[in-house]
Structures are given as C-alpha cells and as structure tokens.
C-alpha cells in the first residue's frame, strides 16, 4: 500500500518507540491520516500508536486539539502557529508521548501568492520538550505527491525525535570499562 521508504521509516518508528516506551499520536490535515496509517499498516502498531486526529475544518482543530479559533483566523489554517498548536493538541488530547501535525495546501487549488499550493507546515511535540516546526515547499507537484512527500517529512520528523531521545539516555557502563 505504501511505498518501500515510508514502510521501512514506518517500522523504524515502531522499533524505536517501542524502545522508549512511548505512544505516539497525529493531527493530520492536508493528508488525511496517511501517517496514521502508514504506521498502523505495520504489525505491533498498536503497541505504540495511541490515536490519529484527522482534523481538516476550523472546528475540528479547535473542539478535538483545542487550536485557538482566533489564530487560525489570525494566521490561517496552513501556519506555523496552527501546526504547533496542533502538535501540543494531540499530546493534550491523547496519552501519547509523542506527536507529529501536519498542515497544508496540497491542491490543485487553495493557493495564494503568500501561501501556494505545495506549502506544508509540520510540528513534533513531547511533554516538557520544545515544539519543533519545519516548513517545506513542495510545489505544485500534484495532490497525491505533495500529500506522499508530507508523509516522508513527518516520519522523518518522528524518526528524528526518537533518535534524539536515544541520544540524550545515558547508556549503562559496561563492565569491560570499569577502571
């Protein structure tokens, strides 16, 4: 169903989460819980993946992430802020202990000159860790492909975030290194 990376990024994440005994959670607008289901599509998914938030209209933003109605309307839908209230909603909302969002304009319509087709905003979150935002602009690529190359960003995102949890574990002393 997926294409071989997303898969590989997919189990990846499972491992990993597993490892750190944490849940993970998506508030996914433009893909329409693609994330979700490139990581529930592995085996032992449910050991890790709490729940999925498809969250397209204002108002489901705002009643299931609790996005505040007066930023979307401030800065719109596809913004930095929304994708990071988004992120810190599914954390909130969840018992993840981490998350990922996604917003943007996959097309054929809904650009403008400051916002174009193609734009996409992601967010990852973490209890008591920052918010982390990354823009990317895919272009008019296609619905399908600017909604394909957001899934690959998300993952990537999520993968990052487990590595730097890894990262920061102290790893135990072997006795071979004992003075």
């Known amino acids: 169903m997926f ?12 491992e990993r989460a597993r ?18 289901a490139a990581l529930t599509d592995r085996p032992g998914s449910s050991e890790i993946f709490d729940r999925g938030f498809t969250v397209y209209s204002y ?5 299931l992430l609790g996005v505040d109605r007066d930023l979307i309307v401030q800065t719109g839908a596809v913004s930095e802020g929304v994708v990071r209230a988004m992120a ?5 909302n969840s ?3 981490l998350s990922v969002a996604i917003t943007g304009i996959a097309g054929p319509g809904g ?3 400051q916002k174009p087709v193609g734009l996409v905003h992601f967010a990852t979150a973490m209890p008591g860790g920052k918010t982390v935002h990354r823009m990317e ?4 690529l296609g619905r399908g492909q600017v909604r394909e190359a957001s899934v690959r960003v998300a993952l990537q995102m999520l993968l990052e975030r487990l590595e730097e949890l890894s990262a920061a574990r102290p790893r135990p002393v072997l006795m071979s290194e004992r003075p």
């Open 3 to 14: 294409p071989d990376d997303v898969v590989a990024a997919a189990q990846q994440i499972l």
């Open 19 to 36: 490892a750190a005994g944490l849940m993970i959670a998506t508030a996914e607008s433009c893909t329409g819980g693609l994330v979700a």
């Open 59 to 63: 108002e489901a933003k705002t009643e």
């Open 88 to 92: 810190e909603g599914a954390l909130a």
């Open 95 to 97: 018992h993840a202990g």
């Open 111 to 113: 650009g403008i000159p």
């Open 137 to 140: 602009q895919f272009g008019d």
